[in-house]
């Protein structure tokens, strides 16, 4: 059985804060897919990046950062001066053989960026 | 631009009806799948098909039914069976159906029952 926890169900910040959404996974398999989704209010999921098991190398684009470890099944992502648009739903999500193939999200964490 | 098209964006529907959500993929993907979300439940997986003709049940596929009859093609229908059919559907494609470089998703259908 596979798992994804995002333990934070919504985190309100002020513009230009820094902010940091957990997500922990759970997981036998040794090959496994990663996924971060943001969903704005118009609904559709946008996909952020995708991360394979056996690359742990952290990764940054523009104010966007994702921090994977597999010593604690992280893959957390990080928002570097938060802007109004940043707010969404962001959704984590695990894929692998031992879940036949077939994603498993989590239940989202919604973020609030005032100005 | 290739992608995923979901109609219609917003669905009404009366109690005891049946009602068909289209989803429709310009991709050549193999993979498509139906997704119901409701606030605070995540995405909760319906159905999903992984070649043309084939179909599996999700985790609450009870008063649902799909049909892939065109790889292009994966509408879901909500039957009077669904007591609770208010909610945001949607559809999702991926490329391979082992190793996923992503899942595309559409802009979602709103249904409410009436």
């Known amino acids: ?115 | 631009d290739g992608g995923i098209t979901q109609s219609p964006k917003y669905l009404f529907r009366k109690e005891g009806q049946n009602v068909t959500l289209s989803c429709e993929q310009n991709l050549n993907h193999d993979a498509m799948y139906w997704y119901r979300q409701d606030p605070g439940q995540g995405l909760r997986l319906i159905y999903y098909s992984q070649i043309v003709n084939d179909f599996q049940k999700g985790d609450i596929a009870e008063g649902y039914s799909v049909s892939r009859e065109k790889k292009e093609s994966f509408p879901l229908t909500v039957t009077s069976a669904q007591k609770n059919p208010t909610a945001f559907y949607l559809c999702a494609s991926s490329n391979d159906r082992v190793v996923p470089y992503g899942y595309t998703f559409g802009s979602g259908t709103r249904l409410t029952v009436v």
């Open chain 1, 1 to 115: 059985a596979q798992k994804v926890t995002q333990a934070q169900t919504e985190i309100s910040v002020v513009e230009k804060e820094d902010v940091t959404l957990d997500c922990v996974y759970e997981t036998r398999d040794t090959t496994y897919y990663l996924f971060w989704y943001k969903q704005p209010p118009s609904g559709e999921l946008v996909f952020l990046i995708r991360r394979n098991s056996f690359d742990e190398q952290n990764e940054i684009s523009g104010r966007y950062s994702w921090n994977f470890q597999k010593s604690t099944s992280s893959f957390n992502f990080t928002i570097t001066a938060s802007q109004v648009v940043d707010s969404a739903v962001y959704f984590c999500a695990l894929f692998s053989s031992g879940g036949s193939y077939i994603p498993t999200f989590g239940r989202g964490t919604s973020l609030i960026v005032h100005p």
